[in-house]
């Protein structure tokens, strides 16, 4: 009898292991590597030019960069709370199928898959390419058609690797980080020495008030939001996350901490050795400072420059095509979207949806209004996650909010929340950010929310399809 008992349980748990599901594989490392290595990407080398074009002046571009890393900080803490919350992987869809319903949820699915993810990583990609090419050519201009030809291929390497497996996706993503911290290091040096050494000239009369034009301020900390997101692609993965409760929040805050202090820094080093106008005249600023305080090794610095854009993209492939896969499963998105390779435990078919669409948008799109376009419904999104949040919180006051789990007392849950005036905070700055665009840019945000009320119809039409006649 006891034999059988044995016999019975080893066979359980021989299924379990050969179960075809995706498993709890990233540790704390691959977490933080995965944050910072996705919100370190091209923004950090392009959206200074959009930051100080859209604000006026350095001082007040300076006080963009940091007042939007406060402001991902917050919503990077909220987002720790729902992710301890709600242990689902999906991100953004979870949370808002969990506490506004369906129809937002499928919203939220719908445009990432319509045009906010095909238009992100066509941006990082386009400024992978850019790297790439640009410098075998000057002083020239590169031909367009080149650098979306590279930029093709880097998208084709980056689905490749997360097609294949998940440990190699994420042993790239942590070999990826390390590259590009080494460059903002590399960027930072030189401009906190030229500064020690008294070169202050581009920050006196730092903040001019005649070249401040509030209607197009928005815009400004839309291009250094840009440069911030990815902060919430750990949360597309909680289910592969080992011991979310704790890992889930600490890499969140330590990555986001870190990014904010290296952005800050990177700027203030651009500024030193370059006055705005030449800031602006650049379409690859980080170049030119490599021209101006790095000869030596102003031929690596694009290179570096790319590789980080490549991380930053293969972040994006790899969060994403999991909230497509929860989608699936919960009868949001077609059933063949829910199934995972049966040797290599990937999410092939979401995966691969991703890789023509964001062809298509690489091909046809130009980079700043890529960033006005995809901006509005992600922050959007973003912003109704959090009141759902707080919605929830009102709703249910006893629900468990694990935030984090105590390393010393690892048999007691800590419930602790995010205080509400933080909650409060990002979700109405967000809807004014977003208000304020519509006005701003009315064309490209416009568009953005056309697109995304043509889910509407959609959700009726396939998944309350009972509810028609």
């Known amino acids: 009898?006891?034999?059988?008992?044995?016999?019975?349980?080893?066979?359980?748990?021989?299924?379990?292991?050969?179960?075809?599901?995706?498993?709890?594989?990233?540790?704390?490392?691959?977490?933080?590597?995965?944050?910072?290595?996705?919100?370190?990407?091209?923004?950090?080398?392009?959206?200074?030019?959009?930051?100080?074009?859209?604000?006026?002046?350095?001082?007040?571009?300076?006080?963009?960069?940091?007042?939007?890393?406060?402001?991902?900080?917050?919503?990077?803490?909220?987002?720790?709370?729902?992710?301890?919350?709600?242990?689902?992987?999906?991100?953004?869809?979870?949370?808002?199928?969990?506490?506004?319903?369906?129809?937002?949820?499928?919203?939220?699915?719908?445009?990432?898959?319509?045009?906010?993810?095909?238009?992100?990583?066509?941006?990082?990609?386009?400024?992978?390419?850019?790297?790439?090419?640009?410098?075998?050519?000057?002083?020239?201009?590169?031909?367009?058609?080149?650098?979306?030809?590279?930029?093709?291929?880097?998208?084709?390497?980056?689905?490749?690797?997360?097609?294949?497996?998940?440990?190699?996706?994420?042993?790239?993503?942590?070999?990826?980080?390390?590259?590009?911290?080494?460059?903002?290091?590399?960027?930072?040096?030189?401009?906190?020495?030229?500064?020690?050494?008294?070169?202050?000239?581009?920050?006196?009369?730092?903040?001019?008030?005649?070249?401040?034009?509030?209607?197009?301020?928005?815009?400004?900390?839309?291009?250094?939001?840009?440069?911030?997101?990815?902060?919430?692609?750990?949360?597309?993965?909680?289910?592969?996350?080992?011991?979310?409760?704790?890992?889930?929040?600490?890499?969140?805050?330590?990555?986001?901490?870190?990014?904010?202090?290296?952005?800050?820094?990177?700027?203030?080093?651009?500024?030193?050795?370059?006055?705005?106008?030449?800031l602006l005249l650049s379409d690859a600023v980080a170049v030119t400072f490599a021209n101006r305080a790095l000869q030596g090794l102003a031929s690596v610095i694009p290179i570096l420059v790319a590789l980080s854009c490549l991380g930053a993209l293969n972040g994006g492939f790899f969060g994403s095509p999991r909230m497509l896969f929860v989608g699936a499963r919960e009868g949001h998105w077609p059933p063949i979207f829910s199934m995972i390779h049966i040797r290599q435990r990937t999410p092939l078919p979401a995966v691969l949806l991703l890789y023509p669409l964001v062809v298509v948008m690489l091909i046809t799109g130009e980079i700043y209004q890529l960033i006005n376009f995809a901006s509005f419904s992600r922050w959007f999104f973003i912003a109704l996650a959090t009141l759902g949040m707080l919605i929830h919180r009102y709703r249910f006051p006893h629900h468990p909010r694990p935030f984090k789990d105590s390393d010393h007392l690892s048999c007691m849950l800590t419930h602790l929340k995010v205080p509400l005036v933080i909650a409060v905070t990002f979700t109405v700055v967000c809807f004014f950010i977003v208000g304020l665009s519509l006005y701003s840019d009315p064309w490209n945000t416009g568009q953005s929310c056309a697109l995304t009320l043509t889910g509407v119809p959609v959700y009726y039409m396939t998944v309350h399809r009972f509810r028609v006649p």
């Open 1 to 278: 009898m006891e034999r059988t008992q044995i016999k019975k349980e080893q066979d359980k748990g021989k299924t379990e292991e050969e179960a075809v599901r995706l498993r709890r594989q990233i540790g704390l490392l691959p977490a933080v590597s995965f944050i910072i290595g996705t919100v370190v990407g091209s923004g950090i080398f392009i959206a200074p030019k959009g930051v100080l074009m859209n604000s006026g002046s350095v001082g007040l571009s300076l006080l963009v960069w940091a007042l939007c890393g406060l402001l991902s900080l917050f919503g990077a803490l909220c987002y720790a709370e729902l992710g301890t919350t709600f242990t689902k992987s999906g991100g953004h869809y979870t949370y808002l199928l969990e506490t506004l319903g369906p129809l937002p949820a499928f919203l939220r699915l719908w445009v990432e898959f319509l045009f906010i993810r095909p238009a992100v990583a066509s941006y990082v990609s386009l400024a992978f390419g850019r790297y790439i090419v640009e410098p075998l050519f000057a002083p020239c201009p590169a031909p367009s058609a080149l650098i979306k030809l590279v930029s093709i291929l880097g998208v084709t390497f980056v689905v490749a690797v997360n097609c294949w497996s998940v440990n190699l996706a994420s042993r790239t993503q942590v070999i990826l980080t390390f590259i590009k911290m080494f460059a903002l290091v590399l960027i930072i040096i030189p401009g906190v020495i030229a500064l020690a050494k008294g070169k202050t000239e581009n920050f006196q009369n730092g903040f001019e008030l005649e070249s401040i034009t509030l209607d197009r301020l928005p815009l400004a900390f839309y291009n250094g939001l840009y440069a911030y997101g990815g902060w919430f692609y750990l949360n597309f993965v909680t289910e592969e996350v080992i011991n979310p409760n704790r890992n889930i929040p600490l890499a969140i805050i330590c990555s986001m901490v870190t990014v904010t202090v290296f952005y800050v820094l990177v700027n203030v080093a651009y500024y030193t050795m370059m006055t705005p106008a030449e």
